[in-house]
C-alpha cells in the first residue's frame, strides 16, 4: 500500500513516534507510600536487644553506639564523607525482624506497590533487608540513586519507624517531579521508589528518624497489556512511514540518501546491564516496548533492548562551576560509570549538581552496547547510531550526566559542557535489511554468516549475492573490527565466493599488522585464485591502513619471518613471488626509518632509534634468508658495515648481540651477519689503537657543522686544543643559534649569556665531561671488542653462508 509519508523527512516521522509513544502512559507513580500499625511489628539489634515503639532517646543512643558511619558509592569505590553522607549504619545481617507479623504486614503493602508503581500483571514483589539506618539532629544524605544489586533489583523500599523528630523527608525525583515523604509518629511508614530514581534525605532537625532500607525485588513473568485502538494503529502507520523515508548518509558512508537503518527509542528510565530486561521495565517504558514489540510483529521487524551511552556538548552561558574537580584540569561529576557494579551495598552519590547554565546543543552522538534480542538473549553488537535514528520521551537533560566536562573561554572557543548519560533503549530494524544493518554494527558477523552460507550445498551464489549489499558501506565499518579471528575469516570468505571484485572489497579495509603465521596459510589460494598483482594490490592498500605505530609495526616484523615460511610451503611460484615481495615491501619501510633515525640529534638520541629498530632489522634479515633473496641481503649488511656517518659500529654491535640473544647457534646460518661482525671488530681494534686524550687538549670535534660563520667560529673555538673559554659578543638570534647548535650536538660545553653591554655576551665553556665521556666510550669500545673477539668464528667459516 502506497503510504502518503513516504517522502517526507526522517525527523518528521520520529517526533511523530515520539509524540505517540508518550500518549502511551500507564497508571503508577515514580514513588509511593503507605502507612500501617506497628502493633504485633517486632525487630531486635544485636548488642542492642528488642526495640519498643515509639522509639525512645535511650533506645536509639543504643543503635547508635553499635552502629558505623554510612558510606556512599562513587563508581567503583565506597567512600566516607560527611559531607555527602551523614549517618550511622547497622548492616542487615545484625538486624532481626520477627517473620510472622513482618509478613502480615508487608505482603498487603507490597501488593498494593506494585499496582501504585505500575507494574505490569503476572509480577510480584519481594523486600529484602539492607541496613537499619539512624539520622541524628543535622545529619542527611544528599541526592543520590541507589545501585541495582541483583538482576531482580527494581526499586528500594523504606520503612521509617515509629519516633518523634521533624525535618528528615525523603525527596524522590524523576522526570523533573519531586515527592516528598515524611514519617507518622506512631506509625510504620512505608515509602517504595525505582532504583533510578534520585532520593536524598532532607537534615533531620529535631529527634531522630530510623529506618530500615530494602530492596525490591520482582519476581514472575511480566504481562504488559498491549495498548489498542487509534493510537496503536497511528504508531504503527509512523513506525512504517519512518522506514520507508531516506535521509542523509552518515559519515564514512556514500553521498546519497539512505533508508534509516534503525529505529533507537530511548527509555524513561535507567537501567544497569544487571537490571536490563524485557520483564522487568518500569511503568510506561514497559507498556512501550509491548507497543513496539505489537508493531515489529506487524511490520516484520527484528526488535532488541540495550544500553546506550549518550554524549551530548552544549555552549553553556557561564564558567563559575561548583562541582568539584575532575582529572586533567577538567571539572566532573562522577556517577556509576560500571553497568556491572561489584554488588557494593552502597548508593550511587553525586556531590553536586550545580554548573554552567547550558545554551544550545552543539553535538551529539550515541552508541548502542549490551543488546539483548527479543527473547532476552544476549547478542553480539556495538553501534554508533546517528542522531537522525534516536526519539525519546523523555531528554536526557532529566538525567543525571554520569560524567561532565567543561571548557572554559578560550578567546575564540569554548566555554562548552560536555556531558555523558547512560540509559537505555528499544531498537528496531525491518527484518528485509537485517543482514545489512547486522553486518554494520558487526562486521565479523556479517563474515561468519556469509561463511556459512558459502559452505552449504550451491549457497555460493547466494553468498554473493549477499556480499554485494554490503560494498556501499563496508571500507566504512570494517577497519573498525576488532575481532581476533577476523582477518583470517575474511581471506577465507574471499576465497570462498571464488570473485576477485568481491574478494577485493571484502578484504581491503583489513590492515597488514593482523597477517598472524596462522592467517598467512590462506594467503597462497588467494595468490593463486586472484593472481599475483591483485594480492600485491590488495596487500599494499593493507600496509597504508596502518593501524599500528612505529613500535607496533617494528614488533610485527618480527614475526614477519613465520608469515614468509608459511607462504613458502606453498608450492605455487605466485605465493613464492608474492612472499619476496612482501619482504621487499617492507625493507623499504623500515630502510627509511632507519635513515631518519640515523639523522637524529645528538648521536645518542639516534643510537635509540636504532636500537628501537634492531628487532625488525632482523626480522627483515631473516626473511631475505626465507625468501633467498640474495640481493636484499646483500643491501641490507652493506648499509650495516658502512662507515659511522651511515650507520654507527655501536648499533652494528647491539644487532650482534641481539642475534646472539635470539639466535643462538642458529644465529649465523639465520640472519648471515658474520661480515657484520668482521666489519665491527675491525673498527672497534682500529679505535682501540688511537691514543688516549692528554690531559691538556680541550679540541672538541663539531659534527655536522653547518657552513654559516657563526659555526664557523664556533668550530674553530672547539677545535682549539688550548682554549677553554670564549667570550663572544653576540647577538639574540645569533645567541640562539649556538644554542641549538651545542644542545643539538650534546657537546660539553656551557653557554651562558651575560646580559651587559651591548650586544650581550655569550660565555662558552668546555667542561671535564669532555674527558669522563672520552674515557667511559673508550671502555665501552674495550668491552665490546672483546665481546666481539670472544664470540668470533673460527677462521675459515667467517664467510657468509650461501643462501638456501
Not at 71 to 99: F, K, N, S
Not at 365 to 376: H, N, P
Request: proline share 5%; glycine share 6%; with cysteine.
Amino acid at each position: 500500500m502506497e503510504n502518503p509519508l513516504r517522502e517526507a523527512p526522517a525527523g518528521t516521522h520520529l517526533s511523530r513516534i515520539a509524540e505517540r509513544l508518550a500518549a502511551i502512559d500507564v497508571p503508577g507513580a515514580f514513588a509511593t507510600s503507605v502507612t500501617r500499625s506497628s502493633a504485633g511489628f517486632r525487630i531486635s539489634v544485636k548488642e542492642v536487644g528488642p526495640l519498643a515503639w515509639p522509639l525512645r532517646r535511650a533506645d536509639v543512643q543504643r543503635l547508635i553506639a553499635v552502629a558505623r558511619p554510612a558510606r556512599y558509592g562513587l563508581r567503583d569505590e565506597t567512600r566516607l564523607d560527611p559531607r555527602v553522607r551523614d549517618a550511622w549504619e547497622i548492616p542487615a545481617r545484625r538486624v532481626v525482624v520477627e517473620e510472622e507479623p513482618w509478613q502480615r504486614i508487608i505482603d498487603p503493602v507490597l501488593t498494593d506497590f506494585r499496582h501504585d508503581l505500575g507494574l505490569s500483571e503476572g509480577v510480584r514483589l519481594r523486600a529484602a533487608l539492607h541496613n537499619l539506618l539512624v539520622y541524628q539532629p543535622g545529619q542527611f544524605f544528599r541526592a543520590h540513586q541507589d545501585s541495582e544489586k541483583t538482576n531482580e533489583m527494581v526499586g528500594t523500599l523504606a520503612v521509617i519507624l515509629p519516633s518523634t523528630f521533624t525535618g528528615g523527608a525523603l525527596v524522590v525525583e524523576h522526570d523533573r517531579q519531586k515527592r516528598a515523604f515524611r514519617g507518622v509518629s506512631g506509625k510504620l511508614t512505608f515509602v517504595a521508589f525505582y532504583a533510578d530514581c534520585y532520593h536524598q534525605v532532607q537534615p533531620v532537625k529535631t529527634g531522630y528518624r530510623v529506618a530500615l532500607t530494602y530492596n525490591l525485588m520482582l519476581e514472575g513473568a511480566a504481562r504488559s497489556a498491549v495498548p489498542v485502538g487509534a493510537g496503536l494503529e497511528a504508531l504503527a502507520t509512523s513506525v512504517n512511514a519512518y522506514f520507508q523515508s531516506s535521509r542523509p548518509s552518515g559519515v564514512g558512508f556514500p553521498e546519497k540518501r539512505d533508508l534509516p537503518d534503525r529505529l533507537v527509542y530511548l527509555l524513561d528510565h535507567q537501567y544497569t546491564r544487571r537490571a536490563l530486561g524485557w520483564d522487568r521495565l518500569k511503568r510506561a517504558d514497559a507498556a512501550r516496548a509491548a507497543a513496539l514489540r505489537e508493531i515489529a510483529t506487524r511490520l516484520d521487524c527484528e526488535i532488541a533492548l540495550a544500553l546506550a551511552d549518550v554524549h551530548e556538548q552544549w555552549s553553556s552561558e557561564d564558567e563559575e562551576l561548583s562541582y568539584h574537580e575532575g582529572c586533567g584540569g577538567h571539572r566532573q561529576w562522577d556517577g556509576d560509570e560500571d553497568d556491572d557494579a561489584s554488588g557494593s551495598d552502597d548508593d550511587d552519590a553525586f556531590e553536586n549538581n550545580d554548573g554552567p547554565t547550558l545554551v544550545d546543543l552543539i553535538d551529539s552522538d550515541l552508541e548502542l552496547r549490551y543488546w539483548l534480542d527479543a527473547d532476552g538473549r544476549p547478542m553480539k553488537s556495538e553501534a554508533h547510531v546517528p542522531m537522525a535514528e534516536v526519539c525519546c520521551t523523555r531528554d536526557s537533560t532529566d538525567f543525571q550526566p554520569f560524567a561532565s566536562e567543561h571548557e572554559g573561554y578560550m578567546g575564540n572557543w569554548g566555554n562548552t559542557v560536555d556531558r555523558w548519560y547512560h540509559r537505555a533503549a528499544v531498537v528496531l530494524w525491518p527484518r528485509s535489511r537485517s543482514f545489512v544493518i547486522r553486518a554494520k554494527m558487526v562486521p565479523s558477523w556479517a563474515v561468519g554468516e556469509l561463511l556459512k552460507t558459502a559452505a552449504r550445498r550451491g549457497g555460493r551464489d547466494e553468498a554473493r549475492e549477499r556480499a554485494r549489499t554490503l560494498e556501499p558501506f563496508w571500507s566504512a565499518v570494517a577497519w573498525q573490527e576488532t575481532s581476533p579471528t577476523f582477518f583470517e575469516r575474511s581471506l577465507k570468505l574471499a576465497a570462498a565466493l571464488s570473485d576477485s571484485v568481491l574478494a577485493a572489497f571484502l578484504v581491503e579495509p583489513l590492515a597488514l599488522e593482523s597477517l598472524s603465521p596462522k592467517a598467512a596459510r590462506l594467503v597462497p589460494p588467494l595468490v593463486d585464485a586472484y593472481g599475483f598483482e591483485w594480492a600485491t594490490d590488495m596487500a599494499g592498500r593493507w600496509r597504508d591502513r596502518r593501524t599500528m605505530d612505529q613500535a607496533g609495526r617494528g614488533a610485527w616484523l618480527v614475526h614477519l619471518p613465520a608469515v614468509c615460511r608459511v607462504i613458502r610451503t606453498h608450492a605455487s611460484s605466485d605465493a613464492t613471488r608474492f612472499a619476496g615481495w612482501l619482504v621487499r615491501d617492507q625493507w623499504m619501510w623500515l630502510s627509511a626509518e632507519l635513515r631518519a633515525a640515523i639523522a637524529l640529534t645528538p648521536p645518542a638520541t639516534a643510537l635509540d632509534g636504532l636500537v628501537r629498530f634492531s628487532p625488525a632489522c632482523l626480522g627483515i634479515l631473516e626473511c631475505s634468508r626465507v625468501v633467498r633473496d640474495e640481493d636484499l641481503h646483500r643491501e641490507m649488511v652493506t648499509l650495516l658495515t658502512s662507515d659511522d656517518a651511515a650507520f654507527p659500529v655501536e648499533a652494528g654491535v647491539y644487532l650482534l648481540r641481539l642475534a646472539r640473544q635470539e639466535g643462538g647457534r642458529d644465529e649465523p646460518s639465520r640472519f648471515g651477519l658474520q661480515a657484520v661482525h668482521a666489519h665491527c671488530e675491525s673498527v672497534l681494534a682500529a679505535r682501540m689503537q688511537i691514543p688516549m686524550r692528554e690531559r691538556g687538549n680541550w679540541s672538541i670535534a663539531l659534527p655536522g657543522r653547518c657552513r654559516c660563520p657563526l659555526c664557523w667560529m664556533l668550530g674553530e673555538f672547539l677545535a682549539a686544543t688550548d682554549r677553554i673559554q670564549f667570550d663572544w659578543p653576540l647577538a639574540k638570534d645569533g645567541r640562539s643559534h649556538v644554542h641549538r647548535v651545542i644542545d643539538a650536538h650534546a657537546l660539553p660545553v656551557t653557554h651562558v649569556t651575560r646580559r651587559s653591554g651591548r650586544p650581550f655576551t655569550l660565555v662558552l665553556r668546555k667542561t671535564e665531561a669532555l674527558f669522563e665521556r672520552e674515557a667511559e666510550q673508550r671502555r665501552t669500545w674495550q668491552r665490546d671488542l672483546a665481546w666481539l673477539r670472544r664470540t668470533s668464528r673460527p677462521r675459515g667459516a667467517t664467510g657468509a653462508r650461501e643462501l638456501r
